[in-house]
Every structure is written in C-alpha cells, then in structure tokens.
C-alpha cells in the first residue's frame, strides 16, 4: 500500500509531480515550500509550511518526493534535501510516470523520477534522487549515478556511464560506451563522442545566431 506523502517545492518540477501523483492516485497530504503561505492550493496540493512542518511526520508513517528540480550552476538543493531527510530516516518514493517504458531488468533506486514519454532499456541502473525527464531515452546497460538529472529529450545510447550530480542538457546525445564524469553538465543540444572527464562543462560547437526582425526586407 502506497504511504501518504509529502512533497518537497512547489516550484515548476513540483507542479508537473503533482499532476503525475494525482494520476496514479497516490495519496498527497500536501507539499513544503517556505515561499507559500500555509493552507495556500497549487494545482489541488494544500501548502503545509516550509521543511520544518516535517518534524510533526513519522518518517515511517509517510514517504517524501523531492520536487525540487535542477539546473546547471543552481545550488545543488535538490541533493542537499535528499541527504538531509534521508539521514534523518525519511524514503524517497521511487515514481514512474505510466507513459513510460522500462525494461523489468532496469534497477530504479530510490526516489528515482522518470517522467512522461521515458524509455529505459535493458539492464539499465539509476541511482539514488536522479531525475529523468520527459521524452529522455536511457538504452541497455547504461548506469546512471546519484543525483543526476538527465533533462527532457536527451539520448544515451548503450552503455554509457553517468557519474553522479551530472546534468545532461535537453536534447543532447551521447553515443554509445562514453563515460561522464562527476559533477559535469553537458549543454543542450551536445552531441557527445568523447569520454568526459569529472567536474567539465561541454557545450555544442554552434554559431553565434543573429534576430532578424521578420518584417525587415
Ligand atoms: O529549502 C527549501 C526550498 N528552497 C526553495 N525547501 C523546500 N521545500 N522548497 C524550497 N524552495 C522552493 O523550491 C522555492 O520556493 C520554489 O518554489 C521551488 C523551486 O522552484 P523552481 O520553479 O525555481 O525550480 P524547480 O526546481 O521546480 O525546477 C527547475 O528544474 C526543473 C527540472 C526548473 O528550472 C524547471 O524548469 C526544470 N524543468
């Protein structure tokens, strides 16, 4: 039986979980985000307070989902209140939007986040609080660290190796049997053919683009 849960933000990537909760029916009792007032509504999820509010929860009785999203450069909120609450005995639900497809051989850790349209193949493993986002691919064999977020529409062909707090940037491709190391982020739009290493920033090869006002002859 699904534990009743809180949610952790009630920012953007907290409002797409919301509806994917509500879809699969599990029960919300409300989120934590110190920016709303208590008894405050987003999308139907009643605001509780900030984190402090948890305290009042049993970690046994409930489960949390962290939705707090990432982004390149941003403070690495996400991972600190995964570790926080995790060290103090709270679980991270494990979610899977019903849209996606994941082979039974994948392994999927806990408070993993797979959104609508996923594909994840064969033999597959995702660690700890990673996030994959809508439309991403993740083929066979590939292994996928803590705290990742592989962001909307990006492809990892087989058996490429993640390090964990990578971002992967929307739409970028990485071919098959590369390794990224911890901590980089690759840009939208990459195409990746090299090994990464650690704590790197790679961005497409691209043009400076110019606006041209369409009404300009
Ligand atoms: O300590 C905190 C805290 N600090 C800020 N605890 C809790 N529980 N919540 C906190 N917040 C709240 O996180 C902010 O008040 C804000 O409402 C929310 C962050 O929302 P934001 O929309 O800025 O980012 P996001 O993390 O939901 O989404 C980012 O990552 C996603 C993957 C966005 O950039 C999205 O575009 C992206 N899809």
Not at 91 to 113: D, E, N, W, Y
């Amino acid at each position: 039986m699904t534990k009743p849960i809180i949610l952790l933000g009630g920012g953007g990537h907290a409002k797409v979980l919301i509806e994917l909760l509500q879809c699969l029916d599990y029960p919300l009792l409300g989120l934590l985000d110190p920016h709303y007032a208590i008894g405050e509504s987003l999308l139907g999820a009643t605001i509780l307070g900030d984190d402090s509010v948890l305290a009042a929860y049993d970690a046994n009785v409930i489960e949390l989902v962290n939705g707090i999203g990432s982004l390149p450069h941003d403070s690495g909120l996400r991972r600190k209140l995964f570790n926080a609450f995790s060290a103090k005995g709270y679980t991270f639900k494990t979610l899977r939007h019903p849209t996606a497809i994941i082979s039974p051989s994948a392994t999927l850790m806990a408070g993993v986040q797979v959104m609508a349209g996923v594909i994840i193949q064969a033999s597959a493993t995702i660690a700890e609080n990673s996030l994959i986002n809508s439309g991403a691919i993740i083929e066979h064999d590939c292994r996928i660290g803590r705290h990742v977020h592989i962001a909307p529409g990006a492809v990892l062909s087989g058996t490429v190796t993640v390090g964990n707090a990578v971002h992967i940037g929307t739409g970028a491709i990485i071919i098959q049997g590369i390794t990224i190391g911890e901590g980089s982020i690759i840009g939208a739009g990459s195409v990746v053919t090299h090994d990464v290493a650690p704590q790197q920033i790679v961005y497409p090869a691209r043009s400076p683009y110019q606006a041209i006002n369409r009404d300009q002859p």
